[in-house]
């Protein structure tokens, strides 16, 4: 498939994905965490990325703050090496590099330490007059989540949080809490200081174009929307696999496991796109109101109905990729020799409202798989089959399917039948393809530019309100208190490099389904 829709066709898109290409405010955006790796692997590329497409505001700065002790001169050496390495660009223009590069700067600091905040305010005001940002700043915090409140505490100490004629926004990344009681209390905390309108949770995978799209294709197409309920689709199946183990990240994987790292938050925004209501407008609040409607109508599992329907699973030893041996999860750097944690689980989830009723939603996603992959797979219902009585095609036919690949290869795949060529009737599944990057002049992006040029603008439909996370660690609480509770007797269950434990696949067998 190509894009055959023309400007105005493209434009509309745009519109409604609230994609039109405004400059953002001016505004300085100040980095807490400057050192770390986030900073160096995507927002630095991602940020160099919107510039490149002129997508910043002239009146634009960066200011890194961490405790490493660089000067801003040493810090930009720095990330000239880091852009080269993660910058995604295929011909990395120099030119531009350098003009960026000249707006970014440095301030050493601890987050615990309330001076060091007196500084950041003084550093924050010289380089606003300097840029003339009008006051705007944004506030990211790519910390660890034990610092997030800290740091939101110091900027309202020194009045940071205030906006007047000009705005402040904090970023807050993800994880947001690891259970339903800690999300709650770092909502309280941060809420006590910043209002719900400043404060932007992110989830970068809402960034990526496909996850985008899943709003456009069922809200700008008339076609589908029809079918899109309980008397048409039999179930729906969202994966995201990896194949890598936990590599360097051993220490925070290790208290945290799937179900919190994917489940909770990437799976689910997902599930909220594909199964919400259509909201009455495309602003921020109307779709944030759908999402949460949707995770509201997701029934909470009993313990009885935890272990029916939610499977996990542990790798141990096996192959990689490039045919070299990998090593269990156990062994693992900084995992614990005994360790409980689940590198991958199946669940089973209902939704309980008037479009979904029956229908059930398979959520898998785990590491040291055979493939890479994240995909949605929404399955309709069989046709009857009364009319191929006496035919070859009695007994098969096989039910439509719809699949949005998210990565890798972004694109929509309708799967059916067609009679193959010859004198009899006999089926065979076919497809149709849509990949984005046929389509349409795509920019390999991380997920983040949209985010944070949204964050810029003001727009918060892609980020997480409060409720909306209360919410989703509310449907995910009993899976984790149950297996928390319950030590896994047969860890390690899946081989490093294979699909998964057999418990997996049981899951939707019981239900006469099964994986696509
Ligand atoms: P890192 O550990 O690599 O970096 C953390 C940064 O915070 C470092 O600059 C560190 O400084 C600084 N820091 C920590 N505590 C303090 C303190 N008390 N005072 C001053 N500075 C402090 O983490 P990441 O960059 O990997 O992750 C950051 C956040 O982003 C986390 O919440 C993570 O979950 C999230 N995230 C990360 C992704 C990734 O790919 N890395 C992807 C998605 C989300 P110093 O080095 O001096 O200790």
Same mark, same amino acid.
């Given at each position: 498939?190509?894009?055959?829709?023309?400007?105005?066709?493209?434009?509309?898109?745009?519109?409604?994905?609230?994609?039109?290409?405004?400059?953002?405010?001016?505004?300085?955006?100040?980095?807490?965490?400057?050192?770390?790796?986030?900073?160096?692997?995507?927002?630095?590329?991602?940020?160099?990325?919107?510039?490149?497409?002129?997508?910043?505001?002239?009146?634009?700065?960066?200011?890194?703050?961490?405790?490493?002790?660089?000067?801003?001169?040493?810090?930009?050496?720095?990330?000239?090496?880091?852009?080269?390495?993660?910058?995604?660009?295929?011909?990395?223009?120099?030119?531009?590099?350098?003009?960026?590069?000249?707006?970014?700067?440095?301030?050493?600091?601890?987050?615990?330490?309330?001076?060091?905040?007196?500084?950041?305010?003084?550093?924050?005001?010289?380089?606003?007059?300097?840029?003339?940002?009008?006051?705007?700043?944004?506030?990211?915090?790519?910390?660890?989540?034990?610092?997030?409140?800290?740091?939101?505490?110091?900027?309202?100490?020194?009045?940071?949080?205030?906006?007047?004629?000009?705005?402040?926004?904090?970023?807050? /990344?993800?994880?947001?809490?690891?259970?339903?009681?800690?999300?709650?209390?770092?909502?309280?905390?941060?809420?006590?200081?910043?209002?719900?309108?400043?404060?932007?949770?992110?989830?970068?995978?809402?960034?990526?174009?496909?996850?985008?799209?899943?709003?456009?294709?069922?809200?700008?197409?008339?076609?589908?929307?029809?079918?899109?309920?309980?008397?048409?689709?039999?179930?729906?199946?969202?994966?995201?696999?990896?194949?890598?183990?936990?590599?360097?990240?051993?220490?925070?994987?290790?208290?945290?496991?799937?179900?919190? &790292?994917?489940?909770?938050?990437?799976?689910?925004?997902?599930?909220?796109?594909?199964?919400? /209501?259509?909201?009455?407008?495309?602003?921020?609040?109307?779709?944030?109101?759908?999402?949460?409607?949707?995770?509201?109508?997701?029934?909470?599992?009993?313990?009885?109905?935890?272990?029916?329907?939610?499977?996990?699973?542990?790798?141990?030893?096996?192959?990689?990729?490039?045919?070299?041996?990998?090593?269990?999860?156990?062994?693992?750097?900084?995992?614990?020799?005994?360790?409980?944690?689940?590198?991958?689980?199946?669940?089973?989830?209902?939704?309980?409202?008037?479009?979904?009723?029956?229908?059930?939603?398979?959520?898998?996603?785990?590491?040291?798989?055979?493939?890479?992959?994240? /995909?949605?797979?929404?399955?309709?219902?069989?046709?009857?089959?009364?009319?191929?009585?006496?035919?070859?095609?009695?007994?098969?036919?096989?039910?439509?399917?719809?699949?949005?690949?998210?990565?890798?290869?972004?694109?929509?795949?309708?799967?059916?039948?067609?009679?193959?060529?010859?004198?009899?009737?006999?089926?065979?599944k076919v497809n149709m393809n849509f990949e984005y990057d046929e389509a349409f002049?795509?920019?390999?992006?991380?997920?983040? /530019?949209?985010?944070?040029?949204?964050?810029?603008?003001? &727009?918060?439909?892609?980020?997480?309100?409060?409720?909306?996370?209360?919410?989703?660690?509310?449907?995910?609480?009993?899976?984790?208190?149950?297996?928390?509770?319950?030590?896994?007797?047969?860890?390690?269950?899946?081989?490093?490099?294979?699909?998964?434990?057999?418990?997996?696949? &049981?899951?939707?067998?019981?239900?006469?389904?099964?994986?696509?």
């Open positions: 498939m190509s894009d055959q829709g023309g400007p105005e066709g493209l434009q509309e898109l745009f519109t409604a994905l609230n994609l039109q290409e405004d400059a953002p405010d001016p505004c300085i955006m100040v980095i807490f965490g400057a050192s770390g790796d986030l900073t160096k692997r995507l927002l630095i590329p991602s940020l160099f990325n919107l510039y490149c497409d002129n997508l910043l505001p002239d009146a634009f700065a960066i200011l890194g703050m961490a405790m490493d002790d660089f000067s801003t001169e040493s810090f930009r050496d720095r990330m000239s090496e880091d852009v080269r390495n993660y910058s995604r660009q295929d011909q990395f223009d120099d030119h531009a590099w350098s003009v960026f590069c000249d707006k970014i700067h440095y301030m050493q600091g601890r987050f615990d330490d309330a001076e060091a905040f007196a500084r950041l305010k003084t550093f924050l005001q010289a380089l606003d007059g300097r840029y003339d940002a009008g006051g705007n700043i944004l506030f990211y915090m790519a910390t660890p989540p034990a610092v997030f409140s800290m740091i939101s505490t110091g900027l309202e100490a020194v009045g940071m949080n205030e906006e007047h004629d000009y705005w402040r926004r904090i970023i807050v /990344e993800k994880p947001f809490g690891s259970d339903l009681d800690s999300a709650r209390q770092l909502n309280r905390q941060i809420l006590t200081y910043w209002k719900e309108s400043q404060v932007y949770r992110i989830d970068h995978y809402l960034g990526k174009e496909t996850v985008q799209n899943l709003l456009a294709f069922r809200f700008a197409n008339g076609m589908f929307e029809p079918l899109w309920n309980r008397t048409h689709i039999d179930h729906i199946q969202i994966t995201a696999t990896e194949q890598v183990g936990v590599e360097w990240r051993g220490g925070y994987y290790d208290k945290s496991g799937v179900v919190r &790292d994917m489940i909770q938050n990437h799976l689910f925004q997902m599930m909220a796109y594909l199964c919400m /209501e259509p909201p009455v407008s495309f602003e921020s609040e109307a779709i944030r109101n759908e999402k949460f409607k949707l995770l509201s109508a997701v029934r909470i599992m009993e313990p009885e109905e935890v272990r029916e329907n939610a499977v996990r699973g542990q790798y141990g030893e096996g192959v990689k990729q490039d045919g070299s041996p990998a090593k269990p999860y156990r062994q693992e750097h900084l995992v614990h020799p005994d360790s409980n944690t689940e590198t991958y689980a199946a669940v089973k989830l209902r939704i309980d409202n008037w479009r979904w009723h029956g229908v059930p939603v398979f959520l898998r996603s785990g590491k040291g798989l055979r493939t890479k992959s994240t /995909e949605i797979v929404v399955q309709f219902r069989r046709a009857p089959e009364f009319t191929f009585r006496g035919t070859p095609a009695a007994g098969q036919l096989e039910a439509n399917q719809l699949i949005f690949r998210i990565q890798p290869n972004e694109g929509i795949e309708l799967r059916f039948l067609a009679k193959r060529p010859g004198p009899s009737m006999h089926m065979r002049v795509t920019h390999p992006g991380t997920g983040y /530019e949209t985010m944070l040029y949204d964050c810029m603008r003001g &727009d918060a439909s892609l980020f997480s309100r409060s409720d909306l996370v209360e919410t989703s660690w509310q449907i995910v609480q009993p899976i984790l208190d149950v297996w928390k509770s319950e030590k896994a007797r047969d860890f390690p269950n899946y081989p490093f490099g294979s699909w998964g434990p057999k418990a997996a696949f &049981d899951l939707p067998a019981a239900a006469h389904r099964r994986w696509l």
